[in-house]
């Protein structure tokens, strides 16, 4: 019976070359649309899931202390789906806080920080190499103790015990020192003070893909420069990201019960001088919060390094849902369309003595059949998008990573579904024609004509609002790229200093250099300098209308106003003929007062900074601001268009990074 129905089906396949066509490609694009969201779904759950003991792994976080001063998420349709991965704690510890827990709590097997490194200039002999900063970490000793990242030549036990041993990846290891053997060699990074030269202990094979590390070179946490002051400083130091791996048998939800009493008086030093220095502050108790190392990639916090909005998995997941769906709706219309041309062949049937069920299981194995070339061919256009679908999502999805049984197994199950959707109707409506009223005259018969139009109308419905959608994602598109930003950013182009933003020395030397040839080189019309690159900021504490706040801080050269074209709507910018301007500047009386901000220098706010301030006169000495407001400029956006304009900003004096125009 299933060998006919085959038969019957592939006869009918090609017998209708155009009605199979057409079924065939909108099946196959709907199908490859959803198995590229399947890889790339499946992809980010495998984030940090290859390590062995992955379910023993933790990544520490604190409760945090300032969230009275950080924006809140907003809510959206799946906010209540990932409450949990909207919380935004703190993720930055004390330097001594892996020491102290691993000393009071036995449930801790292995403890490891990491503290990042700024871009970084990485001498071998006379070759000097220049690297990214989120590719270079110092790590505790247990690291390769703690995560399965294969040693190509080295022992994970004694591989980072040594101050000055390094352990570099095996791209490293290559653009180096190519074939040769990398383990003893020498690397210097000049632009570290204090750092003496480090030997290549051992190299590791280069992270996979769906890892979130992506580190090149490892060198031991001790041998930080500014590790034994961080060290020191205690609580009053947040720096270092820390996971934990705790032994097996271990009660989760005890241990963090544990460690939330633990918390409570090991952070009770900072809650007390925070309520002492300004008492009208909310600040609260801290708590120790473990996330799993393997959902940590889900979470919002700052500081983390790979993050996936789940509401982008969300999004897509539904979208694929509502693909599939007008797929479905177009094979099932066009079915009941042909419907007139086969139903003589239905009556036929039925006359010489075909069942029901016979009629539906042979429309039901047609669709199937072409369901099934529709996957296997949506399958190979798949593999053909995904490079351009991996940088539209920003993922590298490694096909290679995917076994063959999984993915045939998806692919068999879409299928199936497929089938179910777009053929039990069509089969159930088709074997439910009447043989006299289909053989009486050769006449064809008719179905319900009001179930086919309430699903042409549902398939309308379904387009218009894709339609209404992509015309809202253009004009949002269309607004980020019209919206007056505040400033000039036309003919701009920004270059990131090489250079430590320590190295003072070398930073200004670029600095005069590019401004030489800027006088020589017509293509250049100006250049000026700012200590973070575009939309970068750093949060300081000032003392305004009596309470501690964070305020954004911004470091920039003299005509970094006239540069950008950023109104001064009072007062007058920076000066280099005013020594004032530049100099830190002196106030003995303010330093003796709690109430009275310890800037020291001279700055220009913008207005809203300024009606916060309550409108102080320019140019004289300023309380709140710990200096002399010289000038007010105006609002302007510093980050991203999802931030509020009205967030107060502080430009001041350094020069660090260059932006040429």
């Known amino acids: ?34 198995i590229l969201v399947y890889l790339y779904v499946k992809n980010e759950q495998s984030f940090d899931r290859f390590h062995h003991d992955q379910d023993r792994l933790y990544r520490v976080e604190e409760s945090d202390i300032y969230s009275s001063l950080r924006a809140k998420s907003q809510k959206s349709f799946f906010s209540d789906l990932m409450k949990d991965a909207e919380q935004k704690n703190m993720i930055q510890t004390p330097t001594a806080l892996a020491v102290d827990l691993k000393r009071n709590f036995p449930e801790i097997e292995n403890a490891v920080r990491l503290s990042g490194i700024d871009d970084e200039t990485i001498k071998v002999g006379k070759k000097s190499f220049k690297e990214k900063g989120e590719k270079l970490t110092y790590a505790d000793a247990d690291f390769f ?31 180096y020192f190519g074939k040769d053997n990398a383990v003893g060699k020498i690397l210097l990074m000049p632009n570290e003070t204090n750092q003496p ?32 002051n961080d060290y020191n400083r205690g609580v009053n130091s947040f720096s270092d990201p820390l996971i934990l791996k705790i032994k097996k048998g271990t009660d989760v939800a005890k241990f963090q019960a544990k460690l939330d009493v633990f918390a409570k008086q090991y952070f009770k030093p900072l809650i007390l001088s925070m309520k002492k220095y300004n008492p009208k502050s909310n600040t609260r108790d801290m708590h120790i919060i473990l996330r799993p190392f393997a959902d940590a990639h889900y979470n919002q916090a700052t500081g983390w390094y790979h993050y996936t909005d789940l509401k982008n998995i969300y999004q897509l997941v539904c979208l694929t849902v509502v693909i599939l769906f007008i797929a479905c709706l177009n094979y099932i219309l066009l079915t009941l369309t042909s419907a007139i041309s086969r139903s003589q062949d239905v009556g036929v049937r039925k006359t010489i003595g075909a069942g029901r069920v016979q009629i539906v299981t042979q429309y039901y194995t047609e669709t199937q059949l072409l369901a099934f070339i529709a996957v296997i061919a949506g399958f190979l256009l798949s593999v053909l998008c995904l490079p351009f679908f991996g940088s539209l999502t920003g993922t590298q999805i490694v096909l290679a990573n995917f076994s063959v049984g999984t993915i045939a197994l998806f692919l068999f199950v879409l299928a199936l579904i497929l089938g179910l959707l777009a053929g039990i109707y069509p089969a159930l409506a088709m074997s439910g024609l009447k043989p006299l009223n289909i053989m009486r005259g050769f006449s064809a018969y008719r179905i319900n004509p009001v179930l086919s139009k309430s699903l042409i109308v549902l398939q309308f419905t379904v387009c218009v609002i894709m339609v209404i959608s992509t015309m809202a994602i253009n004009k949002q598109i269309h607004f980020l790229n019209e919206t007056d930003m505040g400033f000039d950013k036309d003919q701009v182009l920004m270059i990131r200093s090489p250079y430590s933003w320590q190295d003072k020395q070398h930073t200004n030397t670029l600095r005069d250099e590019l401004f030489h040839y800027a006088a020589t080189e017509p293509a250049i019309a100006d250049v000026t300098s700012g200590s973070y690159y575009y939309g970068g900021i750093n949060f300081n504490g000032y003392i305004i209308n009596g309470e501690k706040v964070m305020l954004q801080a911004l470091n920039v050269d003299y005509n970094y106003f006239s540069f950008l074209k950023i109104p001064i709507v009072k007062g007058r910018t920076f000066s280099r003929n005013i020594t004032t301007d530049s100099a830190k500047l002196d106030y003995p009386d303010l330093k003796k007062s709690q109430k009275a901000s310890l800037a020291f220098r001279s700055v220009v706010v913008n207005e809203t900074l300024y009606k916060m301030l309550g409108k102080p006169p320019v140019g004289e000495l300023d309380r709140q601001m710990g200096g002399i407001i010289i000038g007010v400029c105006k609002d302007y956006h510093i980050q991203d268009l999802t931030k509020k304009l009205n967030r107060p900003i502080i430009p001041s004096t350094r020069r660090v990074i260059i932006v040429t125009g």
């Not at 019976?1 to 709907?30: C, D, E, P, Q, T």
């Not at 190509?152 to 490293?172: A, D, F, K, Y």
């Not at 030997?199 to 893909?209: C, I, L, Q, R």
């Open 1 to 34: 019976m299933i060998k006919i129905n085959l038969k019957l089906a592939i006869r009918n396949i090609f017998r209708n070359k155009l009605y199979s066509a057409i079924n065939l490609v909108g099946l196959s694009v709907a199908s490859a649309f959803c």
């Open 145 to 175: 103790k703690v995560f399965n990242f294969p040693l190509i030549s080295g022992n994970p036990e004694t591989v980072m015990s040594g101050r000055n041993q390094v352990v570099i990846g095996e791209r490293l290891a290559e653009k």
């Open 197 to 228: 030269p480090l030997t290549v202990s051992g190299v590791y094979k280069n992270f996979p893909a769906n890892s979130s590390f992506q580190f090149d070179m490892i060198l031991p946490m001790e041998s930080n420069p500014d590790y034994q």
